[in-house]
């Protein structure tokens, strides 16, 4: 459920932003809670009366509480709601019972809260997969120009969930011809096809959707789903499950492609275990909430002698600072162990510092647990206090609800340690982050192997830099044109394979690249899709800092992507083998500014890249040649206003109505370029912005 706040409540971590509300020009907002579904249509505006004097702290502060001043619909409670009337949203949420209270068991997390989860196909399960799932042969025609090229698709949850009831698995997935159909398995059971993606209020995507139900499965059953991509038309289906070598296997997961099956279970038949943490507990005591211990290493290590870490939850008890540790014994257990703040507490009200080696919290340590999948809930991360989660080679961190955020501003945080909140995920199993928020840091949610719903807030560095799959997140106030240290949105460099960006959205970026493929040496960039983006760049000129692409893409697909106040460059000046080749670098329904080569005015188009139904704001930077059609030209720029997102100028009626159908993706008949004008949005993590940006 969502945490609420005390009424009266210190504010122990501080504000992140301190902006009026009416100058946080965030409009549209997350419904992809991880306990928060769809209720109904609500006004998309209040009066000005009703927004005077309402600030970003004041949010802040009262989220959770009965302030009238902030409590818009006057149901009593401070909450997303309420943000969502302010913000001008065209949905409204409320809180979900399906997260049992503290000391329970059940279905705790986001596949079982979608609205229509009754809709969806039910999976029968089998006995077990009896080997590796074929990968069915090629699609459609040789002769088609991307029949050579793969589908592009991940789960779009965190495996490793323990659920009761029904639970909603899904699969995001992209082709530039379309996506035909997604069939699923659950545990070697028959093949379900699902051939409509569909909106999913448990994600806040549109995908490819089915359903569990866990009831009927034995206690501490195993769900193992295979799914089988199959594009539209032409091209190559791709089978998500793991390599042969871990086939069936959950440690087998490595986060970094996603392909690989997904992993679940039925909960235990025995109680789940409980251990209770304090500001004023002593590790003397046995740990029950009448009897918390201090320190979060103590509760890891009782629930660890319990043998309830499977499952198991460390629960902090009260406002306060919580010291994490720098090491803690090796659990090696299969399903979640949660550290979470209790019921009743925001987020900014239980700060989490560092230790060091003798348990002080002094300065900034890592914060090191051995536990094999370790969640953190509900909580703060004071980058003041702490270095990064570091996580070993084999363990698996998730981040859901939670903040990440230095008090004193992001150069104070460059100029005293601030490096990446999570060590990376290609140098662990994998790392996850959903539902959170980073503000007044160096970097962002960089190098995690699955973000969802999440928002950044006022960096120096990265937003979202090697990040393999980003869902309905966001970014604002991006402090991009400092000097101190290097800006990107998203910036690739290494092998990258089979990423994703859906649903994302950005303004007030100042300063920074929005994509930057990078010319280090070995890097390469296959099978990605960058899909439903709009990114308002707010530098004085559209022609410095560009967009860059360097080294081997080869089916890089970009699709309703608005971006139209950035250069894009594909920088064949490069001295091989770093130059930039291409193989299907396909841009769909997209509204860019200039799209070139190396030298300003070179719009002929490499080998290998394509552009279909885009429009240029820079009729110069139009791109020419057979490989171009249906482009169109005109000055017009993306604005955040008055609830919407808009494309203001002489060349936005250029847009309408005037794309290509995507199947899966586009279906309407005559779909517009971009985004359009005034048309409801798929929306950024609700939970992270009403808890703190607000």
């Known amino acids: 459920m969502v945490r609420k706040g005390q009424e009266g409540a210190d504010d122990l971590f501080g504000p992140v932003l301190v902006e009026p509300l009416e100058q946080f020009s965030m409009r549209q907002h997350s419904p992809f809670l991880a306990s928060i579904a769809f209720l109904a249509l609500v006004p998309t505006s209040l009066s000005a009366s009703a927004q005077t004097g309402l600030t970003t702290d004041g949010f802040t502060q009262a989220w959770g509480t009965s302030n009238p001043t902030y409590d818009l619909n006057g149901d009593g409670t401070v909450n997303s709601m309420d943000l969502s009337l302010f913000l001008g949203s065209a949905f409204a949420t409320t809180e979900n019972d399906s997260t049992p209270p503290a000391g329970s068991s059940g279905s705790t997390e986001p596949g079982g809260s979608s609205s229509d989860l009754a809709t969806l196909p039910l999976l029968a399960a089998g006995s077990g997969f009896a080997a590796v799932t074929p990968t069915p042969p090629p699609i459609g025609p040789a002769t088609d120009p991307l029949s050579d090229e793969r589908a592009i698709a991940r789960w779009a949850d965190v495996p490793f ?243 990440f955020s230095d008090p004193n501003g992001a150069e104070f945080n460059h100029a005293n340690g601030g490096t990446l909140l999570i060590r990376p995920g290609d140098l662990m199993a994998a790392n996850f ?85 990078d010319k280090y040496p070995g890097s390469s960039f296959t099978d990605c899709a960058f899909v439903d983006i709009a990114i308002e760049n707010k530098q004085a000129s559209p022609n410095a800092p560009k967009s860059q692409f360097a080294n081997e893409a080869k089916n890089l697909f970009f699709a309703q992507l608005s971006a139209p106040n950035q250069y894009w460059m594909m920088r064949t000046d490069i001295a091989a083998p770093n130059t930039f080749a291409a193989d299907s670098l396909v841009f769909k329904n997209c509204v860019l500014s200039w799209l070139s080569g190396a030298t300003v005015g070179s719009t002929a188009l490499p080998a290998g890249v394509r552009v279909s139904h885009c429009h240029f704001a820079v009729a110069a930077g139009a791109p020419t040649g057979p490989q171009a059609t249906n482009v169109t030209t005109g000055p017009l720029r993306l604005e955040f206003t008055s609830g919407e997102w808009v494309h203001v100028g002489t060349g936005a009626s250029a847009i309408q109505g005037s794309g290509v159908q995507i199947f899966g993706l586009s279906d309407e008949t005559n779909p517009s370029r971009g985004q359009l004008p005034g048309s409801p949005l798929p929306e950024s993590s609700q939970y992270a912005l009403g808890q703190e940006t607000p």
């Open 433 to 517: 982050v959903t539902n959170s928020i980073a503000a007044k840091v160096v970097h962002g949610f960089t190098n995690n192997s699955f973000v969802r719903g999440c928002h950044v807030d006022a960096i120096l560095g990265d937003a979202y830099r090697n990040t393999r799959c980003v869902l309905g997140s966001s970014l604002s106030n991006f402090l991009g044109q400092s000097t101190i240290i290097h800006s990107d949105i998203f910036q690739y460099f290494g092998e990258h394979r089979n990423n994703i960006v859906n649903n994302f959205r950005a303004w007030n970026v100042n300063g920074a690249q929005n994509f930057f493929f």
């Open 161 to 403: 969930q323990t659920f009761t009831d029904a639970a909603e698995v899904a699969v995001a997935a992209f082709h530039a011809n379309g996506i035909d159909r997604v069939e699923f398995s659950l545990n070697g059971g028959p093949w379900t096809t699902v051939s409509t993606s569909t909106d999913s209020d448990a994600f806040g995507l549109h995908c490819y959707r089915a359903r569990i139900d866990f009831s009927v499965l034995p206690a501490g059953a195993t769900a193992e789903v295979r799914a089988i991509v199959y594009p539209r038309s032409a091209g190559q289906p791709l089978v998500l499950q793991n390599p042969s070598a871990s086939a069936g296997l959950p440690n087998g997961i490595k986060g970094i492609d996603g392909i690989n099956s997904y992993f679940a279970y039925k909960a235990p038949a025995t109680p789940t275990r409980e251990i209770f943490v304090s500001p004023n507990g002593s590790d003397a005591n046995t740990g029950t909430a009448a009897q918390p211990v201090v320190t979060i290493a103590k509760a890891i290590d009782l629930l660890r002698i319990s043998g309830g870490a499977d499952g198991g939850f460390v629960t902090l008890l009260q406002p306060g600072t919580y010291r994490a540790p720098s090491t803690t014994s090796t659990i090696d257990n299969r399903s979640w162990a949660t550290i979470r703040a209790a019921d009743g507490l925001a987020p900014n009200t239980v700060r989490i510092v560092s230790v060091d080696a003798s348990g002080q919290a002094t300065g900034k340590n890592l914060v090191r647990t051995r536990v094999k999948r370790l969640k953190w809930e509900g909580v703060s991360f004071d980058m003041s206090a702490m270095t990064q989660l570091y996580g070993d080679t084999a363990q698996y961190i998730w981040v859901d609800q939670s903040i």
